[in-house]
Nanobody
């Protein structure tokens, strides 16, 4: 599985950005997909995650009401709509997907994109 993020950039506080994550390779039977972010000197934190069926989406408390994984995701592409961005400096956003193997018992593997940088200025 290969993941490629795009859409990052520089935005003023209060503005919006839409990140994209294009998946290729063996994307069938994926468990879930989502976004993490990591600011310099801080731990990577989960931002949002969507189950493969799209039936459940979870958001970090810090982004609820501002960020969404929209329902218009294209085939093998996931988006993160970020509104009302806060002045938090520069943060790297990473797309991930998890996938169970067909072995018994199944093993869970996690795949990461290379990240896309978001800078929110005050």
């Amino acid at each position: 599985v290969q993941l490629v993020e795009s859409g990052g950039g520089l935005v003023q506080a209060g503005g919006s950005l839409r990140l994209s994550c294009a998946a290729s390779g063996s994307t069938s039977s994926n468990n879930d997909m989502g976004w993490y972010r990591q600011a310099s000197g801080k731990q990577r934190e989960l931002v949002a995650a969507i189950t493969n069926s799209g039936s459940t989406i979870n958001y970090a408390d810090s982004v609820k009401g501002r960020f969404t994984i929209p329902g218009d995701n294209a085939k093998n592409t996931m988006y993160l709509q970020m509104n009302t961005l806060k002045s938090e400096g520069t943060t790297e956003y990473y797309c991930y997907t998890s996938k169970f193997s067909t072995s018994d018992p199944p093993a869970l593997s996690i795949y990461w994109g290379q990240g896309t940088q978001v800078t929110v200025s005050s």
